[in-house]
C-alpha cells in the first residue's frame, strides 16, 4: 500500500523527493501526513457505503461507515488538501485543479448528509456518488499518470498539470452519467434510514 512507505516519517521518499520546497513549512508538513494517514478511512467508509447488502441487512454499519466518511472528509481531509492544493505542483493550472477537486469534494460531501437529514434519499445517494467519485480521484490520478507515460513522454511539469485535471474529471463526468443512468431506482433500499 502506497501509505506504507511514509511510516518512518522521512522527509526524501517517495511524493516527499518532489515537495523539498516545501518540507520545512510546518502547516503543509503537517497537512501532508495527515492527508496521507486518513484518507484511507474515507476510501473504505466510502466503499461500504454502496453495499445494498450492508444498506438492507445493517443499517447501523451504514450510518457509522457514513460518519466516518463524511467526518473524515469534512473535518479532517478538507482542511488538509487545501493546504496541499495552496502548494501543489503543476503551478497554476495544477493548483486550481486541486482547489476546485477539494472545494467540490467537501460540497458533494455536505450535500450528502444535509439530503440524509432530510430524509432525502435520492438525494443523498446522487451527492454520495459524486463524493466518492472524488474520493477515489486520489487512485485515479495515480492511474492517468501512468496511462499517459505508457503511451507518450510527458515533461513532469506538464504531466502533473494535466494529471491533476485527470485525476478527478472524468470521476465526475462517470458519476453524472451513473446518476442519469440510475434515473430509475438505485440497487439498494431508497427508503429513509432512521
Known amino acids: 500500500m502506497g501509505i506504507v512507505r511514509y511510516l518512518p516519517m522521512q522527509d526524501n521518499i517517495g511524493f516527499l523527493q518532489f515537495k523539498q520546497d516545501y518540507i520545512h513549512i510546518l502547516p503543509w508538513k503537517i497537512a501532508f501526513y495527515t492527508h496521507v494517514f486518513t484518507v484511507i478511512f474515507a476510501l473504505l467508509a466510502g466503499f461500504t457505503q454502496f453495499s445494498s447488502s450492508i444498506l438492507k441487512g445493517y443499517k447501523n454499519v451504514h450510518r457509522l461507515m457514513g460518519k466516518i466518511y463524511a467526518c473524515d472528509i469534512l473535518f479532517i481531509n478538507f482542511p488538509a488538501a487545501m493546504i496541499m492544493a495552496v502548494y501543489a505542483n503543476g503551478q497554476l493550472p495544477g493548483k486550481i485543479a486541486f482547489v476546485v477537486l477539494d472545494c467540490l469534494w467537501f460540497w458533494f460531501t455536505y450535500k450528502a448528509v444535509a439530503e440524509i437529514k432530510k430524509g432525502n434519499v435520492l438525494a443523498h445517494k446522487q451527492f454520495m456518488i459524486r463524493s466518492y467519485a472524488l474520493t477515489v480521484s486520489a487512485v485515479t490520478l495515480r492511474c492517468w499518470k501512468i496511462v ?47
Open 148 to 194: 499517459i507515460l505508457s503511451f507518450v513522454y510527458v515533461e513532469p511539469l506538464h504531466l502533473y498539470m494535466i494529471d491533476a485535471w485527470m485525476g478527478f474529471v472524468p470521476n465526475l463526468l462517470f458519476a453524472e452519467w451513473l446518476i442519469k443512468k440510475k434515473q430509475k431506482p438505485l440497487p439498494f433500499n431508497t427508503q429513509v434510514v432512521k
